[in-house]
């Protein structure tokens, strides 16, 4: 059950595009097309922004994509608002009735 | 509107026990297996154990295995939590959140809805 890994930190000005990574093994992330993304503004719970690799809940602006290749997930937010900046975590089934976080990633808008 | 209200949190010394409670309202409760999710201070967050919508499947991370319970009242529309020998580092806020999929195997899809956390500190 170890964590995913993301990069601590991201950035981007407005209006540009940023893109994390989540790896994991092909126990979690690379086995399985249950991978989520969740945004979390300080202080505040996790909110969900994609589930199933690339499906976004509705009213997640469509600026916020995913995607996955073998071992690695990504998330690109796209045309960067004010707003997007938070942390952001994926998350992975991982077999037997587990799941598992990633490391959390911290988005600034510059 | 769904909503998810823990409760339960304070202060506790090592050692001694705790018990968190969820109430859940605006959807069918009873349809729908439940996790607790934590995060420590200024950490990110871990997934501790979910519970499958008629209570008779649990699953642990391997950090509080033999020493929580998760557990699911569906006439009452509550899940609980029940923490012994606690530990400094179970310290955090414990988030309660429901499983999409509508009696959906435990963990295997993302977690849609979360309550606002209740925070645990375990010191002496």
């Known amino acids: 059950q170890s964590a995913l890994t993301q990069p601590p930190s991201a950035s981007g000005s407005p209006g540009q595009s940023v893109t994390i990574s989540c790896t994991g093994t092909s126990s979690d992330v690379g086995g399985y097309n249950y991978v989520s993304w969740y945004q979390q503004h300080p202080g505040k719970a996790p909110q969900l922004i994609i589930y199933e690799v690339s499906k976004r809940p509705s009213g997640v602006p469509d600026r916020f994509s995913g995607s996955k290749s073998g071992n690695t997930a990504s998330l690109t937010v796209s045309g960067l608002h004010t707003e997007d900046e938070a942390d952001y975590y994926c998350?992975?089934?991982?077999?037997?009735?587990?799941?598992?976080f990633g490391t959390g990633t911290k988005v600034t808008v510059l | 509107q769904v909503q998810l209200v823990e409760s339960g949190g304070g202060v506790v010394q090592p050692g001694r026990s705790l018990r968190l409670s969820c109430a859940a309202s605006?959807?069918?409760?009873?349809?729908?297996?439940m996790h607790w999710v934590r995060q420590a201070p200024g950490k990110g967050l871990e997934w501790v154990a979910v519970i499958s919508y008629d209570g008779s499947n649990k699953y642990y991370a391997d950090s509080v295995k033999g020493r929580f319970t998760i557990s699911r009242d569906n006439s009452k529309n509550t899940l609980y939590l029940q923490m012994n020998s606690l530990r400094a580092e179970d310290t955090a806020v414990y988030y309660c959140?429901?499983?999409?999929?509508?009696?959906?195997?435990?963990?295997?899809?993302?977690?849609?809805?979360w309550g606002q956390g209740t925070l645990v500190t375990v010191s002496s």
């Open positions: 959140a429901s499983q999409e999929g509508y009696r959906s195997r435990p963990g295997l899809s993302h977690l849609d809805y």
């Open positions: 998350s992975s089934y991982a077999g037997s009735n587990n799941r598992v």
């Open positions: 605006g959807f069918t409760f009873s349809s729908y297996a």
